[in-house]
């Protein structure tokens, strides 16, 4: 089988590809920037026995979409799978009273828009096989809405639930699947890229199971959601947030 990851440089989308291409899966590895990074991602894929297609693009430019998934069609005969995982998160707690347009407009243009346009493209491909199973990475943060701190982050994974109900409905009737996980404080690059370097381990403590989680947690669900064995799960949400 095939499998697209998106955001598949570091982080959960990495841990996924390696994850999925040691059960069999060919991993097209999407990514924006870091090249150095998904191109260890692509060694471990091709390790593991599995093809690795690399494509760079930003997720949130629809052109850049478009081409993305020119690259897919070249590279590999179909697509089985989707791992709808790129997303960022702003850098700073902010609260929502000091929150600007263009903090509001860089994460939802990723986290929303970009979801929206690779979930579309993925769809499509999926349609005429009348098979296929579509993973989005949500977050617990959907839930308990961040608030004095990433109200904005949390808002687009709300709205990445919200997308993976109303999709899993459309296309149910063509054989496809789409849930979506929800993973809670995860020790990824994530946290530094948003300016807390130290949340990890600040929060992690404060989980009921008093750690934070690892990426390869998180895999190991988008593995069973992608698998035969979820094979009549859909619309559906899998929290791995140990407790929160």
Do not use: C
């Amino acid at each position: 089988k095939t499998v697209l990851v998106t955001g598949a440089s570091a982080g959960i989308g990495a841990a996924s590809a390696r994850l999925l291409a040691r059960n069999g899966y060919d991993v097209a590895i999407g990514y924006n920037t870091d090249r150095a990074g998904a191109g260890a991602v692509a060694r471990d894929v091709e390790a593991a026995g599995g093809r690795a297609l690399l494509l760079q693009g930003d997720v949130g430019d629809p052109a850049q979409v478009d081409a993305l998934f020119a690259g897919l069609d070249a590279g590999f005969p179909r697509l089985d799978a989707l791992v709808n995982n790129a997303g960022i998160v702003s850098r700073g707690r902010t609260r929502v009273e000091d929150m600007d347009a263009e903090r509001l407009q860089a994460v939802f243009r990723v986290n929303v828009i970009g979801a929206f346009l690779v979930a579309r493209n993925a769809v499509r491909r999926m349609i005429p096989n009348r098979a296929g199973a579509i993973v989005n990475m949500s977050s617990a943060a959907a839930r308990i809405a961040s608030p004095n701190q990433y109200v904005d982050y949390a808002a687009t994974k709300g709205a990445l639930d919200v997308l993976t109900r109303g999709l899993a409905e459309e296309v149910a009737p063509q054989g496809i699947r789409v849930n979506a996980v929800r993973p809670g404080i995860i020790a990824t690059e994530l946290h530094a890229k948003g300016g807390e370097p130290g949340r990890v381990e600040d929060l992690g403590p404060k989980v009921p199971m008093r750690r934070a989680g690892q990426a390869e947690e998180v895999a190991e669900a988008v593995l069973w959601l992608l698998s035969d064995a979820a094979s009549y799960v859909t619309a559906s949400f899998v929290d791995v947030a140990g407790g929160r």
